[in-house]
């Protein structure tokens, strides 16, 4: 049995939470700021382009993980809902509190380590039916 989050530990994991968010957003703009210039240099590549399939891996490389910033992103946005709507650390799918360790560690996850261990099975747990 876990204990639920004190105000005072939920209010520095939404610190945390607003402050990646912050970060994360500001690398995605700069991303996607210097696509363009990419796309250009791209080109330029294609009309001579001896390392160009090199370089088409190492923007695959930046893809993922703008794509891994975007899905972090979306976990973090939902996290701030539920402190908002009040739901946050418990788990999604079986209610249990989830416990302030685990939301240090990673203050965006919405299930308890149970069910997160279920979930990389491949299986759903129960209580999400
Ligand atoms: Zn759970």
């Known amino acids: 049995m876990n204990l639920p989050l004190t105000a005072a530990q939920r209010q ?27 796309e250009h240099a791209r080109e330029v590549l294609l009309q001579d ?16 993980r703008v794509e891994e910033d975007v899905a972090r992103l979306a976990d973090i946005d939902a996290a701030l809902q539920r402190i908002a709507e009040g739901r946050y650390g418990v788990c999604s799918a079986c209610g249990e ?27 759903k747990p129960a209580a999400s039916l």
């Open 12 to 38: 520095r994991l939404e610190e945390i939470l607003r402050q990646e968010h912050g970060e994360l957003s500001a690398r995605r703009k700069a991303y996607l700021g210097g696509l363009t210039r990419a």
């Open 97 to 123: 509190d989830i416990p302030a360790g685990r939301l240090e560690v990673a203050p965006y996850t919405r299930y308890c380590v149970a069910c997160e261990a279920q979930r990389e099975r491949g299986l």
């Open 49 to 64: 382009g001896d390392d160009a399939p090199q370089r088409a891996s190492d923007r695959e490389i930046d893809l993922q």
